[in-house]
């Protein structure tokens, strides 16, 4: 029987099955934030339940923490009432649970899926879940990560085990040499407009072919956390190299330990006959520079193409319409034509080292827009945010016009002082241009950290 | 099965027609600051259902209605079942857009296909999605068009009736249980706390880095 990665790792985990045609699956390591978690641990305390195994979960409080605070910040200094409430809740559930917590103050504090990898707890050949569809960016260590609900959290945390069903396999191999404009940003818009954001449904899509094997853990990383806007609540890609040598720099475990590991790591990856119940293969070479011009992450273009007024399927004509006029796209042709307000660079897509220095290369030396409003520089995790500092990259963001914050989720989804006001325009290194995602009424358009770096300084979309 | 017969919802049937309604859309952020698990009746499809922009805590009184949002018509202000096209419930995980459906009211969903989590999260809330073709799909578009319809969805047959006509639904017999009794997942689970255990007790000797320091 020829299996694929996504087959290994079920049957690593395959505890018992049921009737429904669900299994058991044990959970290696637990994510937890703060708003998805605070009716799962009420369940626990009614139930009177305490959790399964204390230490596969980690803590951190990031969808509603403010990015605009200092050293001494304490929870009581967020000024939004019910967030703050919320944050504490966290506080206290982990206080009363024993789960280790980076909170607020915590030089670790982050995004939840930029500290995880970051600090070693997400290790290849794990199942990894965590109250965020996001989770699956894990999958780039070789994991089977994906993102759960809150009753789903709080079964996790009663019997370490998620009881689903299991998924089809789907493999997206992208091969070739792309331009050197084109980061892995672009790689995954284009796969999302290519198949569309329900094209991975019901499925793990394992990522593979000659590009991904040369890029690193930053940008895998980038292309497993956008499965989902295809549909996948599972990415993944086998673990390599490229994986260990990440993983000799963030993880703990003894020198001794980790080869042990390393050596059952390089089995983790799909037999050569391995059947995949879909499979397509992209060529890198031809992808351009791409924008989201809509309210789906599948409506996105090249960045000097013509905004489309007409769907491909006649169903979808509605949506097109509604896009264009929510949008605020009457008689503009390219996106050039429009005029932007705000530019975000964070979002656990693209809030990774990698993705700062990105943007701070266009910047370097360069001014934004009088026309831009605001650009904002959000780095993903306390960690990120000191190595960014050490290298010099806040000043040249500062010097642009840049703020540089603290880390959060901040703008990817306007749960926090960072939002658009209505009808604002945004440049956004972020995953998801739903209607009002960054605040009511604010226009999205998704795009590489590069491509935001030039869309402030020109405060309209322009090529390189 | 194992209870009673002829199981069945029957009510209104309100439809939004469009693909990819996601669950931002079925409840915005802002509402995602509750540590609640009820009470998000007021803030389904908030950025259709309202003019203005709400806050978590303001009521729908206080608000400004967009009349021409469906739910908000009084025919269909106590809908029980919705009929929307492709991947309904796709992007974010938030249990908190069945919460909000299930809190106004609404029993049953009819799509042509569903998010993924959105799907799992249904049937941890007693809340049915039914998933038929784009054809039928179509069709019942098309008669909800004229007028509003009394649709009657019946989980032991699996059919649902609307005007005269009949369309057979696919689902396994277990999750029309849970439906139906609204089993908690993890009082099931837990039967199998010994077979758990055993499967970690081996898991540390094979994968010992797995639980390092812990």
């Known amino acids: 029987m020829h299996s694929t990665l996504y087959d290994k790792l079920w049957n690593e985990h395959f505890v018992t099955s049921f009737d429904s045609g669900e299994s058991l699956i044990y959970i290696d390591r637990h994510y937890l934030h703060e708003v998805t978690s605070p009716q799962a641990f009420e369940g626990l305390i009614k139930k009177n339940i305490k959790p399964w195994r204390v230490d596969a979960n980690i803590a951190t409080p990031d969808h509603n923490v403010p990015t605009i605070r200092a050293k001494s910040f304490a929870i009581e200094s967020i000024d939004d009432e019910i967030s ?76 370490q085990c998620l009881k689903i069903s299991k998924l089809k396999n789907m493999r997206v191999n992208f091969e070739g040499i792309p ?24 499925h793990a899509i394992e990522f593979a072919g000659s590009y991904i094997e040369n890029i690193s853990m930053e940008a895998r990383m980038t292309i497993c956390n956008m499965s989902i806007e295809a549909g996948a609540k599972v990415g993944l890609i086998a673990p390599d190299q490229t994986t260990f040598n990440y993983l000799k720099r963030s993880s703990n475990l003894p020198r001794e330990l980790l080869t042990d590991a390393i050596e059952f790591w390089s089995t983790l990856k799909t037999d050569p006959d391995a059947k995949f119940d879909k499979e397509i293969t992209i060529d ?55 005029k932007f307000d705000r530019v975000f660079i964070g979002s656990c897509t693209n809030s990774r080292i990698e993705d700062l220095r990105d943007a701070a290369k266009v910047l370097e030396g360069k001014k934004i827009s ?95 | 099965m194992r209870t009673e017969d002829n199981i069945q919802i029957e009510g209104i049937m309100a439809f939004i027609d469009r693909d990819n309604i996601d669950t931002d859309q079925i409840i915005p952020t802002e509402y995602l600051k509750s540590i609640k698990k009820f009470g998000y009746e007021d803030y389904l499809f908030d950025g259709w259902r309202y003019l203005d922009e709400g806050k978590l805590g303001v009521s729908k009184t206080s608000r400004k209605l967009n009349n021409e949002f469906i739910l908000n018509q009084p025919i269909f202000m106590t809908s029980k079942i919705l009929l929307a096209r492709d991947n309904f419930g796709c992007g974010s995980s938030r249990e908190h857009a069945v919460w909000a459906l299930r809190d106004f009211g609404i029993q049953v969903i009819i799509a042509s296909s569903f998010g993924d989590i959105f799907y799992n999260n249904c049937f941890k809330n007693g809340l049915l999605p039914i998933n038929l073709s784009r054809s039928v799909i179509d069709r019942l578009f098309q008669l909800s068009a004229q007028d509003a319809q009394l649709v009657k969805v019946c989980l032991q047959s699996r059919n649902i009736y609307l005007q005269g006509e009949e369309f057979s639904f696919n689902l396994e017999d277990d999750l029309a249980d849970r439906i139906i009794n609204q089993f908690d997942d993890i009082d099931i689970s837990l039967k199998f706390a010994d077979k758990i255990s055993c499967f970690e007790q081996d898991r540390i000797t094979k994968r010992p880095w797995i639980f390092y320091n812990e």
Request: proline fraction near 4%.
């Open chain 1, 84 to 159: 703050k409430i919320q944050v504490k809740e966290l506080d206290k559930n982990c206080d009363l649970f024993g789960i280790k917590q980076f909170d607020i103050k915590s030089l670790n504090q982050g995004i939840v899926h930029v500290i995880g990898p970051e600090l070693g707890y997400t290790l290849p050949g794990m199942t990894i879940v965590c109250g965020d569809s996001h989770t699956s960016t894990h999958g780039a260590f070789g994991c089977l990560a994906m993102g759960i609900g809150t009753s789903e959290v709080e079964h996790v945390l009663a019997t």
């Open chain 1, 179 to 202: 331009s050197p404009d084109i980061t892995s940003k672009d790689v995954i818009l284009f796969l999302i407009r290519t198949i569309g954001v329900s094209g991975g449904n019901g």
């Open chain 1, 284 to 338: 890198v070479s031809k992808i351009k520079p791409q924008i989201s011009w809509g309210t789906s992450p599948e409506m996105v273009i090249d960045f000097d193409e013509t905004i489309p007024s007409t769907s491909t399927r006649k169903e979808n004509q509605k949506n097109f319409e509604n896009a264009r006029k929510y949008m605020g796209i009457k008689d503009e042709k390219k996106l050039s034509d429009l």
């Open chain 1, 370 to 464: 009088k026309k831009i409003l605001q650009a904002i520089v959000v780095p993903g995790s306390g960690q990120v945010k000191k190595q960014a500092e050490s290298e010099g990259l806040h000043s040249i963001f500062i010097d642009a016009g840049f703020e540089w914050r603290e880390s959060g989720c901040s703008m990817c989804l306007g749960m926090n002082p960072d939002r658009l006001s209505p009808y604002e325009r945004c440049a956004s290194t972020s995953n998801r241009n739903f209607e009002g995602r960054q605040g009511n009424l604010g226009r999205t358009h998704l795009m590489s950290p590069k491509m935001a770096a030039l869309t402030a300084i020109h405060g309209k979309v322009i090529g390189q």
